[in-house]
């Protein structure tokens, strides 16, 4: 694999930008996909002082704070910007809200006139708390740990904005995007415009490497998933490369399967970022043709044990080694007991071959 130049500067100081860049390491980096929330004590106090879940994402002090805990407890080698997947429809105009413990709810938009109602007039004005919120963590983080932005790809963003919140088989999405394959389009161009600004104000406030969460990828048959899954993530690594070529960015097209090869060199990225359906053989294989990031069940990280330690050794012995980095297939539920990820990180930062 070609290796990538490193920004000088960061030579040697951020493991992440090292295991990005393909160069050879000591370690595999590692941190946790969800790793602030509901299963740390010190987040659940901190929503509750922030009273709702939007006043939490959007106020920098509280949404700062909830991206540096995990740090605080466990020596991970990034954080991760604390923020919602669906901020940006509500950058665009579309109402969103929170019911106590659960996913976001929205409006739905069905149609093409629903979309022609969504903007970008406010769109930064909403969410540059997002943007403080990166700015501050920057500020307080060691020079050592990269800090991640992240957006939702406009294939995931549009199932929650179409949908009206969280689904499991997408029915709405599909039957807009398969009957008005133009209506729908212009959604999903609106999408690319916008994920794409959000990015780069994140990049331009301090994140260091960019993730574009594409959770719901795996709804989409072959029918559909250049034009609505690779496409949009293309021309979105194409906007943040031309304007920042060494800002690293890892894809998570969740559940794709076979998809999974060839999609890094599909849609431009640095890495992708491997769900837990991925077999170890294949992402060995994957690992030869780019950065992979992934993949123990979240489940395992409930169970804690000798179950964990042993799935843990059996993923480091198989892909450990540059063009690796540490993380679950998902994110941590909130049942994981706290012990089980210091035993974890534990494991992975005294690792050896
Ligand atoms: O530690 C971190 O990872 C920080 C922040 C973070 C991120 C990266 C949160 C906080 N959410 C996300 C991304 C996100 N949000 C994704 C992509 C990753 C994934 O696939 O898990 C998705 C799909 C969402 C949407 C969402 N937000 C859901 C799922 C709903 C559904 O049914 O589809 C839920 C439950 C939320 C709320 C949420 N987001 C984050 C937290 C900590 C919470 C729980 C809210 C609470 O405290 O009550």
Redesign the pocket.
């Known amino acids: 694999m070609h290796k990538k130049p490193l920004v000088r500067s960061q030579v040697g100081e951020k493991l992440m930008l090292t295991a990005l860049a393909g160069q050879p390491y000591e370690r595999p980096p590692i941190w946790?996909?969800?790793?602030?929330?509901?299963y740390l004590p010190e987040?659940?106090d901190l929503?509750a002082e922030a009273g709702s879940?939007l006043n939490?994402?959007l106020t920098p002090g509280f949404a700062a704070e909830?991206?540096l805990q995990?740090l605080r407890r466990f020596p991970l080698d990034a954080a991760?910007?604390?923020?919602?997947?669906?901020l940006p429809a509500l950058a665009l105009g579309q109402d969103l809200s929170?019911r106590?413990?659960?996913?976001?709810v929205l409006p739905p938009i069905r149609d093409r006139v629903g979309v022609s109602k969504l903007h970008m007039a406010r769109f930064h004005e909403v969410l540059a708390p997002v943007y403080e919120t990166v700015r501050l963590v920057r500020q307080k983080l060691p020079p050592d740990r990269a800090l991640i932005g992240?957006a939702?790809a406009p294939w995931?963003l549009a199932t929650?904005m179409v949908e009206g919140?969280?689904?499991t088989d997408h029915a709405h999405t599909k039957r807009f995007a398969y009957g008005d394959p133009a209506g729908f389009s212009a959604l999903i161009d609106l999408l690319v415009e916008a994920t794409g600004d959000y990015l780069i104000a994140q990049i331009e406030a301090g994140a260091d490497i960019v993730?574009i969460?594409d959770?719901?990828a795996s709804s989409l048959p072959d029918y559909g998933f250049s034009r609505w899954c690779l496409d949009p993530i293309r021309k979105i690594t194409a906007r943040i490369k031309a304007a920042y070529p060494l800002v690293p960015i890892i894809a998570?097209p969740?559940g794709i399967g076979f998809f999974y090869e060839g999609f890094a060199a599909a849609t431009g990225v640095d890495a992708v970022s491997l769900d837990t359906g991925v077999s170890l053989a294949a992402a060995a294989k994957l690992k030869e043709e780019t950065v992979i990031q992934g993949n123990l069940d979240p489940q395992l990280l409930v169970t804690g044990g000798r179950a964990m330690k042993e799935a843990t050794d059996q993923i480091m012995a198989r892909l450990s080694g540059e063009n690796y980095i540490f993380n679950l297939g998902?994110?941590?539920v909130?049942q994981t007991p706290v012990e089980h990820v210091t035993a974890l990180v534990s494991q992975i930062l005294t690792w050896r071959k």
């Open positions: 946790l996909m969800r790793q602030a929330g509901r987040y659940r929503r879940f939490l994402c909830a991206t995990p991760i910007l604390f923020a919602d997947l669906p929170y106590d413990g659960e996913g976001p992240f939702g995931t929650y919140g969280g689904s993730q969460f959770s719901w998570f969740r998902h994110g941590i909130p």
